[in-house]
C-alpha cells in the first residue's frame, strides 16, 4: 500500500511517500518491523576491575546483522597508559596471530599528530589509552562489517576521545581489516596489563526497508 504524507493522502495517490506518515501507517510499519530504531541492543557489559577482557562472544547474532555496533563508555585499565586492544574470534576461535592490518591518526591537544599502522599485527584495532582508573576515561565508537558472512574478510572502523595520563586532550580515528574470509562470532576487547572498566553495548544495525 502506499504510505501517506499528512494533509496530502489524496485517494488517487499510487505511489509510496517516505514522508511524514499517519498514526494508522506508523502503527503497521512497526508491526512488519520496518520501522523504528535502527539500533538492536543485543548485549551489554560492565567492566568493574575484576577481569582483564570483555568478551562478546556466541550472542552476537552475526546472522541476522551485516553491521554491528559497539559503544564503550568510560573505558579504563587498572595499570596507567595501557594499550586498547581489539581482536576477533573465528568460529570461536580468537585469532591472536599476525594477520591483522589497521591504520589510524592520534591527534593531541598539544600539536602532535602521529599516524600508527601494520600490515602483520595481532591485534585489529589499538590505541594508547587514558589515565588509570579512576581517572578521566576513553569512550569509544566501533562499527564492524560482514562478521557473519564467511565468504568476506571482516572490517572495523573507529573514533575515540580521551585524556591521557600526561592529563592532555587526545583524539582518533582509524580502522582495520582481518584479511582472511571466515565467520566472525566474537569480539574481544584487552589490554597489556591490568583489568578494565567501563560499559560496553554491543548493537546490530537493523535493515529499514520502506516500500
Given at each position: ?5 499528512l ?24 508491526s ?16 568493574s ?7 562478546f ?15 564503550i ?25 599476525s ?11 598539544t ?27 576513553a569512550?569509544?565508537y566501533l ?10 574478510y ?29 565467520l566472525v562470532?566474537g569480539i574481544?576487547?584487552s ?7 567501563g ?12 516500500t
Open positions: 500500500m502506499p504510505y501517506g504524507y494533509g496530502q493522502n489524496q485517494p488517487n495517490q499510487t505511489v509510496s511517500n517516505s514522508g511524514v506518515f499517519s498514526i494508522t501507517d506508523v502503527a503497521e510499519l512497526q512488519q518491523g520496518k520501522l523504528g530504531g535502527s539500533l538492536e541492543l543485543i548485549a551489554e557489559q560492565t567492566a576491575g575484576t577481569s582483564a577482557t570483555v568478551e562472544l556466541d550472542n552476537m547474532q552475526e546472522n541476522i546483522y551485516d553491521v554491528h555496533l559497539l559503544q563508555s568510560g573505558w579504563q585499565s587498572s595499570d596507567n597508559n595501557r594499550t586498547f586492544i581489539l581482536r576477533l574470534y573465528e568460529s570461536g576461535v580468537l585469532e591472536s596471530g594477520v591483522y592490518q589497521y591504520a589510524y591518526l592520534d591527534m593531541e591537544s600539536g602532535t599528530f602521529t599516524e600508527m599502522r601494520s600490515t602483520a599485527d595481532t591485534l585489529m584495532a589499538r590505541f594508547d589509552t587514558a589515565d588509570s582508573y579512576p581517572n578521566p576515561s569512550n569509544i562499527y564492524f562489517y560482514n562478521l557473519g558472512n564467511s565468504s568476506k571482516s572490517f572495523c572502523n573507529f573514533q575515540y576521545t580521551l585524556f591521557n595520563y600526561l592529563g592532555n586532550y587526545r583524539a582518533g580515528f582509524g580502522g582495520g581489516v582481518l584479511p582472511q574470509a571466515s562470532n574481544q576487547i589490554t597489556q596489563t591490568g583489568n578494565l572498566y560499559n560496553y553495548k554491543l548493537f546490530g544495525l537493523k535493515q529499514i526497508w520502506v
